[in-house]
């Protein structure tokens, strides 16, 4: 193989991170926070920590619902500004807003008459640790406050994804420090009841999160209407609502398997902790503290996998299509390269990461044997993080579903519902065998990669300038 064709120049780097910092500085400290957060619920106990974790897993699917959403239009978005469109892009940021807010009414809805029994789905004995009414009791609390925040994180959802679509990637990452910068300050004082005020345990973190929510929506929303000049997307947003029939048939023709995709992804993730929560309530525990030093760790390849999204669909706009041909396969490498770094700083914290939390032995040692298992996948998840991103950046949405979302219902999530239904199989093992059947996944996804079956400008056709 000769390396040196997915190595780029200085200069290449250089517009892959001024566009990937920023979202790996908000992304890093949101899951820094997170880290934090999650550690002082853990500081209460075992179930409170597993009932805030398994509500987080249920909102996990509304928050990627979203992210699909709000993708779909971003495909265009990007590509609309690569060739200076601005009224395409306008057209775009709108159509957000109708699909945002449809999902936003399910969501709601939802929750409202049937979070129980989605709760109750995780909860099984099978372990020596955890209190299963208990959880759930914790799990209610958490849940009913937290539906209260996921207005304000829809509407962020728009505006940052429209502001990256334009390279505009600060804003976004300043509002998010804004955000968590509150979260982390009041979960302190309201988890625990500082300053006076009683501690509310969970209902304080369910609490420091709305209110930090409404203020990375807020700043995000100031800002972009104070530069209106530098977001041509929001010059006479709203003095209607009009999006061109044709382009919203465009859009939905190719967002729509992207966010069935974001969504499937999201619940076959959701189906796999409850397969695994068949080992007991320790398991559920023990993978929420596996995850969320994961998570803080893997933030740099997610990021460039963002990064690829918006750059490569905005030379596809340009029409420089053997451009980004290359820049793909640079980009892919170096995410790969990120990941091996992450495996290892992961691998570095498994033993000493879950002493932080006031829990068994027994959820402790899983812990750290679920990290190594998953920080042993991580150049895994960063490769197809990245060739994921790249066949979505040429509209190619019903191939990156069967790609992504398929897989995970087809092969993961079947292999999983087997292993835990059919056999004794401790955990640990369980769960390497379901991360490392991805490599099968890693292969096809180089082919199609390679073949560039995704290299398309999906926004050649006329758009009408009626705004």
Same mark, same amino acid.
């Given at each position: 193989?000769?390396?040196?064709?997915? &190595?780029?120049?200085?200069? %290449?780097?250089?517009?892959?991170? &001024?566009?990937?910092?920023?979202i790996?500085?908000?992304n890093?400290?949101?899951n820094?926070?997170?880290?934090?957060?999650?550690?002082?619920?853990?500081r209460? #106990?075992?179930e409170?920590?597993?009932?805030?974790?398994?509500?987080?897993?249920?909102?996990?699917?509304?928050?990627?619902?979203? %992210?699909g959403?709000?993708?779909?239009?971003?495909?265009?978005?990007?590509?609309?500004?690569?060739?200076k469109?601005?009224?395409?892009?306008?057209?775009?940021?709108?159509?957000?807003?109708?699909?945002?807010?449809?999902l936003?009414?399910v969501?709601i809805?939802?929750f409202?008459?049937a979070?129980?029994?989605? @709760?109750?789905?995780?909860?099984?004995? /099978?372990?020596?640790?955890?209190?299963l009414?208990?959880?759930?009791?914790?799990a209610?609390?958490?849940?009913?406050?937290?539906?209260?925040?996921?207005?304000?994180?829809?509407?962020?959802?728009?505006?940052?994804?429209?502001l990256?679509? @334009?390279?505009?990637?600060?804003?976004?990452m300043?509002? $998010?420090i804004? $955000?968590?910068? &509150?979260?982390?300050?009041?979960?302190?004082?309201l988890?625990?009841?500082?300053? /006076?005020?009683?501690? !509310?345990?969970v209902?304080?973190?369910?609490?420091a999160?709305? &209110?930090?929510?409404f203020v990375? +929506?807020g700043?995000?929303?100031?800002?972009?209407?104070?530069?209106?000049?530098?977001c041509?997307?929001i010059?006479?947003?709203?003095?209607?609502?009009?999006?061109p029939?044709?382009?919203?048939?465009? *859009?939905?023709r190719?967002?729509?398997?992207?966010m069935?995709?974001?969504?499937?992804?999201?619940?076959?993730?959701?189906?796999?902790l409850?397969?695994?929560s068949?080992?007991?309530l320790?398991?559920?525990?023990?993978m929420?503290?596996?995850?969320?030093?994961?998570?803080?760790c893997?933030?740099v390849?997610?990021?460039? $996998?963002?990064?690829?999204? @918006?750059?490569?669909?905005?030379?596809l706009? =340009?029409?420089?299509?053997?451009?980004a041909?290359d820049?793909?396969?640079?980009?892919?490498?170096?995410?790969?390269?990120?990941?091996?770094?992450?495996?290892?700083?992961?691998?570095? !914290?498994?033993?000493?990461?879950?002493?932080l939390?006031?829990?068994?032995?027994?959820?402790r040692?899983l812990a750290?044997?679920l990290?190594?298992?998953?920080a042993?996948?991580?150049? !895994?998840?960063?490769?197809?993080? =990245?060739?994921?991103f790249?066949?979505?950046?040429g509209?190619?949405?019903?191939?990156?579903?069967? %790609?992504?979302? #398929?897989?995970v219902? +087809?092969?993961?999530?079947l292999? =999983?519902f087997?292993?835990?239904?059919?056999?004794?199989?401790?955990?640990?093992? !369980?769960?390497?065998?379901?991360?490392f059947?991805?490599?099968?996944? +890693?292969?096809? $996804?180089?082919?199609l990669?390679?073949r560039? *079956?995704?290299?398309r400008?999906?926004?050649?056709?006329?758009?009408?300038?009626?705004?």
């Amino acid at each position: 193989m000769n390396v040196k064709k997915y &190595v780029g120049s200085r200069e %290449f780097y250089k517009t892959l991170l &001024v566009v990937a910092v920023p979202i790996m500085i908000q992304n890093g400290i949101s899951n820094f926070i997170s880290l934090l957060d999650n550690v002082m619920v853990g500081r209460l #106990g075992t179930e409170q920590m597993s009932g805030v974790s398994i509500v987080n897993q249920l909102f996990l699917v509304f928050n990627l619902c979203i %992210f699909g959403a709000v993708s779909g239009a971003g495909l265009f978005g990007s590509q609309f500004f690569g060739k200076k469109d601005h009224d395409g892009l306008r057209h775009a940021f709108r159509f957000k807003w109708y699909m945002t807010l449809t999902l936003f009414a399910v969501a709601i809805s939802l929750f409202l008459l049937a979070g129980e029994p989605l @709760i109750r789905l995780y909860l099984h004995q /099978g372990s020596e640790s955890g209190d299963l009414e208990l959880t759930m009791h914790y799990a209610k609390q958490y849940l009913a406050i937290m539906l209260i925040g996921l207005f304000p994180y829809t509407v962020t959802q728009i505006y940052a994804s429209s502001l990256r679509e @334009i390279s505009r990637s600060v804003p976004p990452m300043l509002a $998010g420090i804004a $955000g968590v910068a &509150v979260n982390l300050s009041l979960n302190y004082v309201l988890i625990f009841g500082k300053l /006076g005020l009683p501690a !509310l345990g969970v209902r304080g973190a369910a609490l420091a999160t709305v &209110v930090s929510r409404f203020v990375e +929506c807020g700043t995000l929303i100031l800002w972009t209407h104070l530069h209106a000049k530098k977001c041509p997307f929001i010059q006479k947003a709203y003095r209607s609502f009009y999006v061109p029939a044709g382009l919203a048939r465009r *859009i939905l023709r190719t967002g729509a398997p992207l966010m069935l995709n974001e969504t499937l992804w999201a619940a076959g993730m959701a189906g796999l902790l409850q397969c695994y929560s068949f080992r007991g309530l320790a398991v559920v525990s023990a993978m929420n503290i596996s995850n969320t030093i994961f998570n803080t760790c893997s933030v740099v390849f997610l990021a460039i $996998g963002s990064a690829i999204s @918006i750059l490569i669909g905005q030379r596809l706009g =340009a029409g420089e299509r053997e451009e980004a041909r290359d820049a793909a396969e640079k980009m892919i490498f170096f995410s790969l390269l990120t990941g091996i770094a992450a495996g290892i700083v992961t691998a570095i !914290l498994a033993p000493f990461f879950p002493l932080l939390y006031k829990t068994t032995e027994e959820v402790r040692t899983l812990a750290t044997q679920l990290t190594l298992v998953i920080a042993a996948a991580a150049p !895994l998840h960063a490769f197809l993080n =990245a060739s994921y991103f790249t066949l979505r950046s040429g509209g190619k949405t019903v191939l990156t579903f069967l %790609f992504d979302s #398929g897989y995970v219902w +087809c092969v993961n999530l079947l292999l =999983a519902f087997l292993l835990t239904r059919l056999t004794s199989l401790p955990i640990v093992p !369980l769960y390497a065998i379901c991360q490392f059947v991805d490599i099968v996944k +890693c292969v096809v $996804g180089y082919v199609l990669v390679h073949r560039g *079956i995704w290299i398309r400008n999906i926004t050649a056709e006329r758009t009408p300038k009626n705004t």
